[in-house]
């Protein structure tokens, strides 16, 4: 398993390429071949980069919902929309789609911010609220969390 770390600017040009940074691809080069996709995030306005993987793993899980249960199939369908298979390109570039470039309202500033195992692409502006908006009651997030009565975590 991959632990990706760092928060990384960038910008994305009038095509929709962004280029890696170079701290960012150093960490991807052992998954770079394989290839990734890319998602609508299910709680923010944002994208999901997933090494193939990490999707591969997730698809196992996804794949074992009885598609005979009606909100297991209509998860499945919200879930893999939109889904696209992205390569990174010679110049360290990954290419995102029109729909997924609005999905997220990505503009020319991009924040790259790790999710232990995905990258998530945000617009700079948003993510910057996103983190404003957590702010005011990480500590009681984080307590109900990683703080479980059990010391199933014992993180400080």
């Known amino acids: 398993m991959i632990n990706l770390i760092g928060t990384?600017?960038?910008?994305?040009?009038a095509k929709g390429r962004l280029m890696l940074p170079s701290a960012l691809k150093k960490q991807l080069l052992p998954v770079l071949?394989?290839?990734?996709?890319?998602?609508?995030?299910?709680?923010?306005?944002?994208?999901?980069l997933y090494p193939m993987k990490q999707w591969d793993e997730l698809m196992v899980k996804v794949n074992s919902l009885n598609r005979?249960?009606?909100k297991n199939n209509d998860?499945?369908?919200?879930?893999?929309?939109?889904?696209?298979?992205?390569?990174?390109?010679?110049?360290?570039?990954?290419?995102?789609?029109?729909?997924?470039?609005?999905?997220?309202?990505l503009q020319k500033e991009?924040?790259?911010?790790?999710?232990?195992?995905?990258?998530?692409?945000?617009?700079k502006?948003?993510?910057?609220?996103?983190?404003d908006d957590a702010a005011d009651d990480f500590g009681a997030l984080a307590e109900e969390v990683m703080g479980g009565n059990n010391g199933e975590f014992g993180i400080s």
Do not use: H
């Open 8 to 13: 990384y600017e960038c910008k994305i040009d």
């Open 33 to 48: 071949e394989g290839g990734f996709v890319l998602k609508r995030a299910v709680f923010q306005p944002c994208l999901e």
């Open 68 to 70: 005979f249960n009606k």
């Open 75 to 105: 998860f499945i369908r919200r879930f893999t929309a939109g889904v696209k298979i992205i390569e990174v390109d010679a110049n360290g570039r990954l290419l995102v789609p029109k729909d997924l470039l609005n999905f997220a309202g």
């Open 110 to 123: 991009l924040v790259l911010s790790s999710a232990i195992d995905i990258m998530e692409i945000w617009d």
């Open 125 to 131: 502006n948003k993510y910057e609220n996103a983190i």
